[in-house]
C-alpha cells in the first residue's frame, strides 16, 4: 500500500524560505520509473503542479516557479523535500505530494496517490 | 505551456443524472490526460488516465474519452458521492491542470 505524507510549518513569514518533507511508504524511491511530485491549491482554487523528481533524480519544474523552487530526495530516508524560497502571500496553499502512477509501457505522468496535504498559510 | 480550459465551470445536477465535462487543450496532447475527483478538505483521487482508462478501483458510471484538444469525462448516472469537483490535467512536463469543475445538487 502506498502512502505519502506531508510534514513542515503551517505558517511562515513573507520572504522566509518553506521546506516542506514528503515522507513515503509502500515504494522505494529508487526504482525505475518512479517519480515524486509537489501540487499546491490555494484555498477555493485550481491544483497547481509544482515539481517533480524521478528515480534517477532527474527533475522537473513549473517554468513560473523554478527559479524559486527545489526539489530533492534522500533514498535512504524515503523522503522527498520541497523548497520554496521568498514566500509571499499568494502562496498561501495546501501543499500536496503525490505519487507517478508507472508501469511498462505506460508514458506521461499522472497522480494515482497522493498525501493528505498540509496548509501552509504566509503572513507576517 | 499547455493551457487547459473545463467547462461547464460548475453544474447542478441531481442523483441518476447523465452528466458530461468537457476539458480543451490550447495544443494537441495526443491522449495524454487525466481526470481527478477532489471532495472538500480531502485529496485528489485518480479517475482515469491515458484520457479512457479507468483507474483500477474506480466505478464503472465513470468514463473517459477523446483525443488530441478536446477530452470528456462522463458519469453516467450520478450517485451522491460523486458531487464533488472534477479536475483535468495533461500528462507532459511542465503538467497543467484545469481550472475545475463543480458539480452540485
Known amino acids: 500500500q502506498i502512502t505519502l505524507k506531508e510534514s513542515g510549518p503551517t505558517l511562515v513569514k513573507p520572504t522566509q524560505t518553506l521546506t516542506l518533507t514528503c515522507t513515503v511508504s509502500?515504494?522505494?524511491?529508487?526504482?525505475?520509473?518512479?517519480?515524486v511530485g509537489w501540487i499546491r491549491q490555494p484555498p477555493g482554487k485550481a491544483l497547481e503542479w509544482l515539481a517533480l523528481?524521478?528515480?534517477?533524480?532527474?527533475?522537473r519544474y513549473s517554468p513560473p516557479l523554478e527559479t524559486r523552487v527545489t526539489i530533492t530526495k534522500d533514498t535512504t530516508k524515503n523522503q522527498v523535500v520541497l523548497q520554496v524560497t521568498d514566500m509571499d502571500p499568494a502562496d498561501t496553499a495546501s501543499y500536496f505530494c503525490?505519487?507517478?502512477?508507472?508501469?511498462?509501457?505506460?508514458?506521461?505522468?499522472?497522480?494515482?496517490?497522493w498525501g493528505q496535504g498540509i496548509l501552509v498559510s504566509v503572513s507576517s | 505551456d499547455i493551457q487547459l480550459t473545463q467547462s461547464p465551470s460548475s453544474v447542478s445536477a441531481s442523483v441518476g443524472d447523465r452528466l458530461t465535462i468537457i476539458c480543451r487543450a490550447s495544443?494537441?496532447?495526443?491522449?495524454?490526460l487525466a481526470w481527478y475527483q477532489q471532495r472538500p478538505g480531502k485529496a485528489p483521487k485518480l479517475l482515469v488516465y491515458?484520457?479512457?482508462t479507468l483507474q483500477s478501483g474506480v466505478p464503472s458510471r465513470f468514463s473517459g474519452s477523446g483525443s488530441g484538444t478536446e477530452f470528456t469525462l462522463t458519469i453516467s448516472s450520478l450517485q451522491p458521492e460523486d458531487f464533488a469537483n472534477y479536475y483535468c490535467?495533461?500528462?507532459?512536463?511542465?503538467?497543467?491542470f484545469g481550472q475545475g469543475t463543480k458539480v452540485e445538487i
Open positions: 503525490a505519487h507517478r502512477l508507472s508501469f511498462y509501457g505506460l508514458t506521461g505522468t499522472y497522480f494515482d496517490s
Open positions: 523528481i524521478y528515480w534517477d533524480d532527474d527533475k
Open positions: 509502500g515504494f522505494s524511491l529508487s526504482t525505475t520509473g518512479v517519480g
Open positions: 491515458s484520457a479512457s
Open positions: 495544443q494537441d496532447i495526443s491522449r495524454w
Open positions: 490535467q495533461q500528462a507532459n512536463s511542465p503538467y497543467t
